[in-house]
């Protein structure tokens, strides 16, 4: 099987023994129990990643990661695969050497997506379209995390270095009306942010004029059933709005999200999506087909 994995957190993808190794080695105290579990919801699962992100702040652990889920996707079928992650969270070294510490462990098995999260200041997008212009493997940019009312900066405050990446022809996703938010956050993350794919887009069908606006700008969905079920947007894989979306003409792709935290990888998450009710061999193979177009030129 050729399966793609299009959205996939390098910080929340380790192999649980190398999390126990680099964890021994940055003195970080790992708890009893770092997966998600089923209503886990999305504050509590970002929290998650506090640790994990503690255990990489090294170049030698975020090129070893990189390089270890390059090998595990291999082995279990991926064939079009692309990691991301956001480099300003590991401080130990300039932006561009960890940046290139991924694109090390990498060695051009994946493209590279570099992440903003919501809520800081623009500029640090701004920073990562700079770095991905003079890098072949790094193929677009992303904004991740979770709008908080307190936040200074809000979705249409992206806008210049989404607006920058769309100019120069790099890829561009968003994660947008996940966690129970709303759908005009996905059409902001189109008109506003020129998202070609959109993370999660849970609340998608909430609204029928920004189903049709995906439909319109051919936007493509990173469905995430497995992560949604976690964070309690659906109630189980079951209920994920999969099938309904592809049947409406939405193109969507099925990934993991976090191969560690979600205990999740792509064959499983593929078994998983066939077995939505509605799901038939033919839509899941749409769904691959659908990913394999859809990953960014590098
Ligand atoms: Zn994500």
Redesign the pocket.
């Known amino acids: 099987m050729n399966y793609t994995e299009l959205?996939l957190?390098l910080d929340g993808s380790m192999r649980a023994e190398t999390l126990t190794a680099l964890a021994a080695d940055a003195g970080v105290a790992l708890p009893d129990e770092i997966q998600f579990f089923p209503g886990i919801g999305l504050e509590e699962a970002l929290l998650r990643f506090g640790t994990t992100v503690a255990c990489l702040q090294t170049t030698d652990s975020i090129r070893r990661v990189a390089k270890e889920i390059c090998e595990d996707a291999i082995a279990c079928g991926v064939t079009t695969l692309e990691i991301r992650f956001a480099p300003q969270l590991h401080p130990i070294a300039s932006p561009e050497e960890i940046v290139d510490a991924a694109l090390d462990g990498i060695d051009g098995r994946a493209g590279l997506i570099l992440c903003g999260l919501y809520g800081e200041a623009p500029s640090i997008l701004n920073g990562h379209v700079e770095i991905a212009k003079t890098r072949k493997g790094v193929v677009g940019i992303d904004l991740?995390g979770a709008p908080q009312p307190s936040h200074q900066w809000n979705i249409a405050d992206y806008a210049d270095p989404f607006g920058r990446a769309h100019g120069l022809g790099m890829g561009r996703t968003v994660?947008a009306g996940e966690g129970g938010r709303p759908p005009t956050e996905i059409r902001q993350a189109i008109e506003l942010l020129h998202a070609e794919r959109i993370?999660h887009g849970t609340s998608l069908l909430e609204d029928p004029s920004v189903v049709e606006l995906v439909i319109k700008k051919d936007v493509v969905i990173e469905a995430?059933p497995t992560s949604n079920m976690q964070t309690g947007i659906i109630s189980s894989v079951n209920s994920h709005p999969l099938p309904t979306w592809l049947k409406l003409g939405v193109k969507a792709c099925v990934n993991c999200?976090n191969w560690l935290l979600s205990g999740i990888n792509p064959v499983e998450e593929h078994r998983r999506a066939l077995g939505i009710p509605g799901m038939t061999d033919a839509l899941l193979a749409q769904c691959l087909e659908t990913g394999r177009n859809a990953a960014f030129a590098s």
């Open positions: 959205h957190h991740a994660h993370g995430c999200d």
